[in-house]
Each structure stands twice: as structure tokens, then as C-alpha cells.
């Protein structure tokens, strides 16, 4: 297996859908200039969704356009979130080429989330994803709620792999398995991945989006990595939460994810003080503290013993 690992970047999109405040344009803009600079490739940088279901991305149409100017954006990749042909429509008007469909592995969810069964939400997709692949797009189909539901409790490894297979039949390049309330432990991670290579999926194919809402998601990322899954989300500042999924805290931090891939040898190629300072500018941005543990420790110089980039 290789020894690089995808970190796929979800601040300005999860990060900042959950928020009381909702930043204006301009600050969204910088704050994808930081995670670039800090290196990221892969960016979650809005959603084409209803701005009533999420006011705080509502700016996506204004947003998108931006990205091409942004320094450092060059090669980079900036996936939206699209629920259905209107936020498609809109997505190639501003002129996304990347774009996320989700879905759940249990209805309740969904139901509530995009207003649709699960079996509903494919049927949606399916012409998404035909005008996506017309156009090239990279493309990732979210199966949340795939460690546990907030409405119906356990969550079988079996029905996340199901919806995941049919995403992929839909043509997704990638499936992405949430821990969207973060109730998943790292020997639920060993069994699902498992259990989807044995249904023939890729392990290059899959990744994993770990909110840390009980302080389990680095060790999840572990048991990723153990099982050969080299793609895990983020967000720098450890924001975000999911309005339709009630318990739902932060994403893992980016910060304190480089600081775990760095200091046990996985190679990246994000720099910490460079996330640091990307996760800093969002909590200001928010008017919170940066309460990640990396960004209240700061990194560890191996060579000194001191502590590096304290916050
Ligand atoms: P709906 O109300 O069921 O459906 O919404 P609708 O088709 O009747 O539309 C209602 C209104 O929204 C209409 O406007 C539509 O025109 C408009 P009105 O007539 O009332 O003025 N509308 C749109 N406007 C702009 N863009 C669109 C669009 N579609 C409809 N694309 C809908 C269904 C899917 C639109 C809605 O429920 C929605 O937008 N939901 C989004 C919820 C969301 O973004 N949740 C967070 C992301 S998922 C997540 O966080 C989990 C994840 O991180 C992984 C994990 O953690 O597990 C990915
Ligand atoms: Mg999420």
C-alpha cells in the first residue's frame, strides 16, 4: 500500500454549514487561500443547496467563480455539494468541476436532510451524475450516517456498502462513508471497510469523513489506515455539524490529523503551521476560540522537545 495519504479538505463546506454566523464572501475566499497555501489539493468549497435549508452557503454562486483566482488554486480541486438538477444547474453556471452527491445509509436521515427517502435521493442523482460525467467532473457520493443514525440508533456495515454500491453504479469515482454524529469506533471501521472490499470495492475508491463528536475520529482514522483506506476528511479549526443531524459536532481538525499523519510517517504534503494558521483565521472569522487539540497545543519539534506554533 502507498504510503501517501489524501487529506480532503471539508472546512469551508461542513465547517461552516452548522454556523451561527454566516461569513461573508470574501472571508470564505481567504480562508481557501490559507488551506492552500498550507497545501491542501482538495477543497469542499460550498453547496448548491436551498439557501433556506442552508443560509450560510447561500453565497455559493458568487463563491465559486472566485476559486479560479484564488493564488495557489491552480491544479486544485474544489468539489461542491449537489443535492438534485437545480444545484447542478447552478454548480456549472458558476462553474464548479468537481461536485459531492449525498445520500445516507438510513432514510430518517435523509429524510429530514434532503427531504427524500434514500431510494429517492438515487433516483435524484442519477441525472446529476449522467451531467457530471458529460462534463468530466471528478465525482464523491456521501453515504452519512453510515456508523449510526440519529433518529433509528445502529447502523449495519451491510446497508452503508449497499448505498455505496449503487452510488458507484451511478458513477461516482469515489464513495465517502460519514460518521455524521460520530458515534463510530475503529473496529466498526475495520468491518465496514471489510465488508465493501468484499463487495468489490476499491480501496483506493473509498473515504471516510469523521465528525469527532466523542473524541474517536483520529482513532478511526488509525483503523483507516490499518485497513488500507488512504483518503480521510477534515477541517481545518475542527468546525462544522450537520443542521439535520442533532448531536453532530466538529470534523476532525486538519491540524490535529497533519499532526497524527506527520509524527507516525505518512506522507501528505500539508504543512501544520500552515494549517494553524488557516484553522485560526476561521475561528477569529467565527469569533470563537480554536478549542482543536493541536491548535491549543501547537506541534512538537522532535528535536527539542518544545512545543512548535502554539495558537
Ligand atoms: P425540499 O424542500 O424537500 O424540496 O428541499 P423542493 O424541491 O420542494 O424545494 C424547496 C425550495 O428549495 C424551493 O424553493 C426550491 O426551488 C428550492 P421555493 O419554491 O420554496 O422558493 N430549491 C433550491 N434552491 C437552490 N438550490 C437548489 C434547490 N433545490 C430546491 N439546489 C433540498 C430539498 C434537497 C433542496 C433541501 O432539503 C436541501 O437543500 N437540503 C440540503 C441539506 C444540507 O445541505 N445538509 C447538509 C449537507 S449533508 C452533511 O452535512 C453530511 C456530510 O457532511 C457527511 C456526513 O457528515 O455524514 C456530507
Ligand atoms: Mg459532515
Given at each position: 500500500m502507498s504510503d501517501l495519504v489524501r487529506i480532503y479538505e471539508v472546512g469551508p463546506r461542513d465547517g461552516l454549514q452548522n454556523e451561527a454566523v454566516a461569513l461573508p464572501t470574501d472571508a470564505k475566499v481567504r480562508y481557501i487561500e490559507l488551506l492552500l497555501a498550507a497545501g491542501l489539493r482538495e477543497i469542499e468549497a460550498?453547496?448548491?443547496?436551498?439557501?433556506?435549508?442552508?443560509?450560510?452557503?447561500?453565497?455559493?454562486?458568487?463563491?465559486?467563480?472566485?476559486?479560479?483566482?484564488?493564488?495557489?488554486?491552480?491544479?486544485?480541486?474544489?468539489?461542491?455539494?449537489?443535492?438534485?438538477?437545480?444545484?447542478?444547474?447552478?454548480?456549472?453556471?458558476?462553474?464548479?468541476?468537481?461536485?459531492?452527491?449525498?445520500?445516507?445509509?438510513?432514510?430518517?436521515?435523509?429524510?429530514?436532510?434532503?427531504?427524500?427517502?434514500?431510494?429517492?435521493?438515487?433516483?435524484?442523482?442519477?441525472?446529476?451524475?449522467?451531467?457530471?460525467?458529460?462534463?468530466?467532473?471528478?465525482?464523491?457520493?456521501?453515504?452519512?450516517?453510515?456508523?449510526?443514525?440519529?433518529?433509528?440508533?445502529?447502523?449495519a456495515a451491510e446497508r452503508a456498502v449497499d448505498v455505496?454500491?449503487?452510488?458507484?453504479?451511478?458513477?461516482?469515482?469515489?464513495?465517502?462513508?460519514?460518521?455524521?454524529?460520530?458515534?463510530?469506533?475503529?473496529?466498526?471501521?475495520?468491518?465496514?471497510?471489510?465488508?465493501?472490499?468484499?463487495?468489490?470495492?476499491?480501496?483506493?475508491?473509498?473515504?471516510?469523513?469523521?465528525?469527532?463528536t466523542r473524541g474517536t475520529a483520529l482513532a478511526n482514522v488509525s483503523a483507516g489506515l490499518d485497513a488500507g483506506v488512504r483518503c480521510f476528511d477534515s477541517a481545518a479549526g475542527g468546525t462544522g455539524g450537520c443542521p439535520y443531524a442533532p448531536g453532530a459536532a466538529g470534523n476532525l481538525a486538519t491540524e490535529d490529523l497533519v499532526y497524527f499523519l506527520d509524527a507516525s510517517g505518512w506522507e501528505h504534503g500539508v504543512d501544520l503551521d500552515r494549517v494553524l494558521e488557516a484553522a485560526r483565521f476561521a475561528a477569529a472569522a467565527l469569533g470563537k476560540p480554536l478549542t482543536t487539540k493541536v491548535g491549543q497545543a501547537g506541534g512538537w519539534d522532535a528535536s527539542t522537545g518544545a512545543p512548535t506554533s502554539r495558537a
Open positions: 460550498t453547496s448548491f443547496v436551498s439557501p433556506k435549508a442552508i443560509p450560510q452557503l447561500a453565497d455559493a454562486d458568487a463563491l465559486v467563480p472566485r476559486l479560479s483566482e484564488v493564488p495557489g488554486s491552480a491544479g486544485a480541486r474544489f468539489p461542491v455539494l449537489v443535492p438534485n438538477l437545480r444545484g447542478m444547474e447552478r454548480a456549472e453556471a458558476a462553474g464548479a468541476q468537481a461536485l459531492a452527491v449525498f445520500t445516507a445509509a438510513t432514510d430518517a436521515f435523509t429524510e429530514r436532510n434532503i427531504g427524500m427517502t434514500v431510494a429517492a435521493s438515487l433516483d435524484a442523482f442519477a441525472p446529476v451524475l449522467r451531467r457530471a460525467t458529460e462534463l468530466g467532473w471528478w465525482r464523491r457520493g456521501y453515504v452519512s450516517t453510515a456508523f449510526g443514525c440519529p433518529y433509528t440508533g445502529a447502523v455505496a454500491l449503487r452510488l458507484l453504479d451511478l458513477g461516482v469515482d469515489e464513495v465517502c462513508f460519514g460518521d455524521t454524529i460520530g458515534v463510530g469506533v475503529p473496529s466498526q471501521v475495520a468491518v465496514l471497510t471489510g465488508t465493501a472490499v468484499a463487495a468489490g470495492i476499491p480501496l483506493d475508491r473509498i473515504a471516510f469523513h469523521f465528525h469527532d
